[in-house]
């Protein structure tokens, strides 16, 4: 089955075209790795996937629904980790997760289960002010899984992660976690590891489109030149 | 390790390498077609859930609000501080000891609207600096959750608002006691209250998303105010008179709620406009 299918897909901020008849097919299950220099258009493609912003032409199917036509029938079953963490600083973990449990109808069982999981119960009743970079992505992405998605949209998940985080993480947004991901990454090593497909964009324009065996980290650098 | 998802789905594996892309620059398809509006799709999303799921959500939302409101206390004290701090100014450059009738209610509703203005301008903005919006679009919820969410959140504030500014203008400015003028003023208020949670939720939800945010709501938000002003003041003026025989004008208690209602409902129909992209 399909989990993705992307045709002619464009989309702009004004004049500035960020996406430009960009055209991809990703299976259920696999993981679709998306390189580019700074403004290439990875997160306004991840964006356009979440549903939060609409195509201005060409056609998006994410989870065999229509955007932006029936967004309504895929929110809840994709996960977003983005640059920021869309938690709220004043908030505790523990508050945060349970706010977004209620916006999910998730049980509270849960939230304590994604607080183990990510190793933040120690912390989990402090404000996110008062925790570091690392321990606040640790919460979002619980929060990216708490409701338990098909669909992980993953804009550089690594980042501002320890080793120990990030082996502990991995089970759940990494490739082990068993669920179609689309990950935006400046790492050629490991993202072309954790690879089935990988886009290259350059000026929101699709550059490189390849079965990640295919695909060496040169070509990767070779986006940034 | 061994961590796992509990109910974890999604096709198994992620290491064999297929090639499930197409090739670049294919015929672009026209632009999207058959879309339906965000209050349509809403209306959809609303349709599958029940009404008690909406209602955990607004609670949800309003829990939130005050919890964030308790520990920043960025919006109500700075209300009631400049609500007060005006009537001090009132009393001087009024050079007066007591006012009533006329010229209290409005020295009390024109107060009251630029106290409001402060808690209006805040009261999307950790939603829009910390992902609270885009958190929301990604959750499988009535759009209209947190239009209701926010109108309870500006009008508690506004309450507690009144809660200080009110006795404060009864001690610093009013001539004739409150006493027996509060049970009417507290209803006129909440009728006032109303609009102007109505009002600057919608003011606000479209301020917000812009860059000169902190201008842009009290300049789209005054001019649908000063009706409330107007109503308010009207029908609060014979209860601040000396002697106040009688009761609130009740025509402009009509106008009041008739206001309420019309801006109640443009809220209701164009919220989901704002929030969406």
Not at chain 1, 195 to 214: C, K, S, W, Y
Not at chain 2, 24 to 48: C, V
Not at chain 2, 178 to 199: K, S, T
Not at chain 2, 258 to 269: E, K, P, R, S, T
């Amino acid at each position: 089955m399909t989990a993705v299918e992307v045709e002619g897909l464009a989309r702009h901020y004004g004049e500035r075209e960020a996406l430009s008849e960009v055209t991809l097919s990703l299976a259920s299950g696999q993981t679709l790795v998306v390189f580019g220099p700074n403004g290439a258009g990875k997160t306004t493609l991840l964006r356009v996937l979440a549903t939060l912003l609409r195509p201005h032409a060409g056609s998006v199917r994410v989870l065999g629904e229509s955007l932006p036509g029936d967004a309504w029938a895929v929110r809840g079953r994709i996960g977003l980790l983005a640059h920021e963490p869309l938690l709220y600083r004043e908030l505790t973990a523990r508050e945060n997760l349970r706010f977004h449990a209620r916006l999910h109808d998730v049980a509270d069982a849960r939230v304590r289960d994604v607080l183990e999981l990510v190793g933040i119960e120690h912390r989990a009743e402090e404000p996110l002010r008062t925790l570091s970079r690392g321990m606040v992505q640790r919460v979002a992405v619980a929060r990216a899984v708490l409701h338990d998605p098909e669909l992980l949209l993953l804009d550089e998940p690594w980042s501002n992660l320890d080793p120990a985080a990030v082996e502990r993480l991995e089970p759940l947004i990494g490739a082990s976690s068993a669920r179609t991901r689309v990950v935006c990454s400046h790492d050629p090593g490991n993202g072309l590891a954790e690879a089935d497909l990988v886009l290259g964009l350059r000026a929101g324009r699709v550059a490189l489109l390849e079965a990640a065996a295919d695909v060496t980290a040169e070509q990767i650098v070779g986006l940034y030149r | 390790m061994s961590a796992t998802i509990p109910g974890a789905s999604g096709a198994a594996g992620g290491s064999g390498h297929s090639g499930g892309a197409e090739a670049p620059g294919g015929a672009g398809a026209p632009g999207a077609s058959g879309e339906r509006t965000p209050a349509e799709r809403n209306r959809r999303a609303g349709a599958a859930q029940p009404h008690g799921r909406t209602l955990a959500v607004v609670r949800a939302l309003l829990r939130k609000e005050l919890l964030v409101e308790l520990r920043t206390l960025e919006s109500v004290p700075g209300m009631a501080l400049f609500a007060v701090t005006t009537f001090v100014v009132f009393h001087f450059a009024l050079n007066r000891d007591s006012v009533d009738g006329d010229l209290a209610a409005g020295i009390l509703w024109v107060t009251l609207l630029f106290a409001a203005i402060l808690g209006v301008n805040r009261l999307f903005v950790a939603d829009a600096d910390q992902g609270g919006f885009d958190a929301f679009l990604l959750a499988p919820v009535d759009r209209s959750a947190m239009l209701f969410a926010k109108v309870l959140t500006l009008l508690a504030y506004l309450f507690v608002l009144e809660l200080v500014a009110v006795p404060a203008f009864g001690l610093l400015l009013l001539g004739p006691s409150l006493g027996h003028a509060l049970p009417a003023l507290i209803g006129v208020l909440a009728l006032g209250d109303l609009g102007i949670a109505a009002i600057g939720t919608l003011v606000a939800a479209l301020a917000v998303q812009t860059r000169a945010r902190d201008l842009l709501g009290p300049l789209l938000a005054l001019p649908l105010l000063v009706p409330i002003v107007i109503g308010g003041a009207r029908a609060s003026s014979p209860l601040l008179a000396l002697g106040h025989s009688s009761g609130p004008a009740v025509r402009w208690l009509l106008t009041l709620g008739l206001y309420d209602l019309v801006f109640g409902l443009i809220a209701f129909a164009l919220f989901d406009f704002l929030l969406e992209d």
